[in-house]
């Protein structure tokens, strides 16, 4: 009888914690997220936009990209969504976006205008869903290339008097009141402001991510522009996780992207991603504020810790950024190292066979001399041994792990000012380089002091041409550089048919660089058999899908080939101009040469 007073007692006791935890568990869960009729994305023509959610509660909603509150329009029976590009400008006509925005007439036409919507759903008890954010274009089409990407704020984050778009009260105060230029603050742009945003992306088919993020601008002088660069970031205290939530770039998460405008960025890196350099995926993205058409853009992969981690399998790495190390970086201790490298490498004689050695343990040679040559060879002014450059060295484990120096391209957007030089005619070809290392003195410019240090060793000025012809043979041909300015809709014919002329003038100068005294001669390697391996000349795998490839060398200098067999095939030699069994071949080029390689079927 004892033991079922007690079971009964404990049976009692367990219901009424039951009763007492239900309503505060029922209070705890989410409200569901109203349901739209229809999703974001490009519509012909104007509709009713009808939004669902439970009867045991109200709608909220806002059309301004602001998050809506029980303050917000109440929804009743549907909100029609039009084409509002007829609608004066919002953030367009904003004039504080400059420093001396007094002078600053912003254009009054009308820019493209889609609607924003976000809604919530609370219930009668109190509970709130999350937030339904969507946009929609009306009569508008979506890009052809690339993505729309729509960015969602609080007006005040990006353009009231704390946003980050702008100079800023304390600037603007300073400004009308005409003060001492010694006493002039800092305008808002040009610090390291972030703010919450909602990205979304669309193709046309609808939405391909929604997620909160942070967003701050990128660049210097661009800072100053009325067009900002931003810098997006997973931030999980603005609720958006870790890690973008969709993968962009062939399968690779990423943290974090920048919008840039100009469009070399992009095509470079696409140009030169089979090099030892490191370089960033790249996507056309179509840009609104809060509806509002902002520019066109190109979304591109970050060097940020994210990054290393994904590409090189790197946890611990330095970073070092215009001669700054990256906040991200491992210790603190790795400035002090870079600094030493950097005056170590301008303060010694490198025609030294020992210290030779010593430079390829400390940093990755091929890297720097592609580095290099890519640079030259876009006829990039804007970068230096002390700006405008990004270089890493992973720390730990793996092969990147191994803390010698490699380096990244990055910011050759120069190549748009340099163009008309750099591939016009008498008096205006710039060389880059001359023998003390510094840029053509014509044009000004930055130090090379790596490079001009290096030069004093022979094997270094061996692989900087070979590996320059490399580049001028396969990454920057007409073939090649069609191909990939293709899928951005261009043609060769962009900026002025800049990859048409720029290589005669790359070449010419490479010879005056190095002191050339070789004539150019042409280099053909066959195949009859291409599927059954793969053959790499000097630094570059060859592409012989067609069964034949063909090249220009310089006769100062030897090249190597090297092949390598795939499975169930074997390599039984050379024919032509050198009859070899060898699968490293090192041959002169002197009165240019033909090689055919045989390949078999192992049986």
Request: aromatic fraction near 12%; hydrophobic fraction near 35%.
């Amino acid at each position: 009888m004892k033991l079922r007073k007690g079971i009964l007692l404990i049976s009692c006791l367990v219901l009424l914690a039951a009763c007492c935890l239900f309503p505060l568990i029922n209070r705890s869960e989410a409200a569901p997220v109203p349901e739209p009729s229809h999703w974001g994305g490009y519509y012909g023509e104007s509709f009713v936009l009808k939004l669902s959610a439970p009867k045991n509660g109200t709608i909220y909603y806002t059309t301004d990209g602001s998050l809506p509150t029980t303050d917000s329009l109440k929804y009743r029976d549907g909100i029609r969504i039009t084409d509002r590009t007829g609608e004066p400008n919002r953030y367009a006509s904003i004039q504080n976006v400059v420093e001396n925005w007094k002078s600053y007439t912003p254009d009054p036409t009308p820019v493209e205008k889609g609607t924003v919507i976000r809604a919530m759903f609370v219930s009668n008890s109190g509970i709130t869903s999350d937030v339904l954010t969507q946009t929609y274009f009306v009569g508008m089409e979506p890009p052809k290339q690339g993505y729309t990407m729509s960015l969602i704020f609080e007006d005040g984050d990006l353009f009231g008097e704390d946003g980050i778009c702008v100079t800023g009260k304390e600037y603007d105060d300073w400004y009308l009141s005409g003060g001492r230029e010694e006493e002039k603050p800092e305008a808002n742009f040009r610090k390291r402001l972030e703010a919450p945003v909602t990205a979304e992306i669309l193709n046309a088919q609808g939405d391909v991510m929604n997620q909160r993020l942070g967003v701050r601008l990128q660049g210097n002088g661009a800072r100053a522009e009325v067009k900002k660069r931003f810098i997006l970031v997973a931030r999980t205290r603005f609720g958006g996780g870790e890690t973008l939530e969709t993968n962009f770039y062939d399968g690779v998460t990423t943290h974090s992207v920048m919008l840039k405008q100009a469009l070399p960025d992009g095509i470079v890196s696409e140009l030169v991603s089979d090099r030892d350099v490191s370089t960033q995926g790249s996507i056309p993205v179509r840009v609104y504020l809060n509806g509002e058409y902002l520019d066109d853009y190109f979304m591109l992969e970050r060097y940020d810790t994210h990054y290393f981690r994904q590409h090189y399998g790197v946890d611990d790495r330095a970073l070092v950024k215009n001669g700054v190390l990256d906040e991200d970086s491992a210790a603190n201790t790795d400035m002090d190292y870079y600094a030493e490298f950097m005056y170590w490498v301008k303060n010694t004689d490198f025609s030294d066979p020992a210290q030779w050695e010593q430079f390829c343990r400390e940093a990755d040679v091929q890297s720097y001399i592609d580095y290099m040559s890519i640079n030259y060879f876009l006829c990039n002014l804007d970068f230096g041994d002390s700006y405008n450059y990004v270089l890493w060295r992973g720390q730990g484990k793996g092969a990147y792990g191994d803390l010698r120096w490699r380096w990244c391209v990055y910011d050759v957007d120069f190549l748009l000012a340099a163009s008309p030089n750099a591939i016009s005619g008498k008096g205006e070809e710039l060389s880059i380089f001359n023998t003390e290392g510094r840029a053509d003195p014509r044009y000004g410019g930055p130090y090379f002091g790596i490079h001009a240090a290096m030069k004093n060793n022979p094997e270094y000025c061996q692989r900087f041409v070979t590996s320059f012809m490399d580049l001028y043979n396969n990454n920057f041909t007409p073939e090649t550089v069609g191909a990939v300015l293709e899928k951005y809709g261009l043609t060769t014919k962009w900026n002025n048919g800049y990859f048409e002329k720029r290589p005669a003038y790359a070449v010419k100068h490479i010879a005056e660089e190095f002191q050339l005294t070789g004539a150019l001669e042409t280099v053909t390697v066959t195949c009859q058999h291409p599927e059954m391996g793969e053959i790499t000349v000097n630094t570059s795998q060859i592409d012989l899908s067609d069964g034949s490839w063909e090249g220009q060398y310089f006769t100062d200098y030897p090249i190597t080939l090297t092949v390598a067999p795939k499975d169930g095939y074997q390599f039984l030699g050379w024919k032509g101009d050198a009859d070899q069994l060898d699968s490293t071949l090192t041959v002169p080029v002197d009165g240019g040469i033909t090689l055919e390689a045989v390949f078999a079927s192992v049986k």
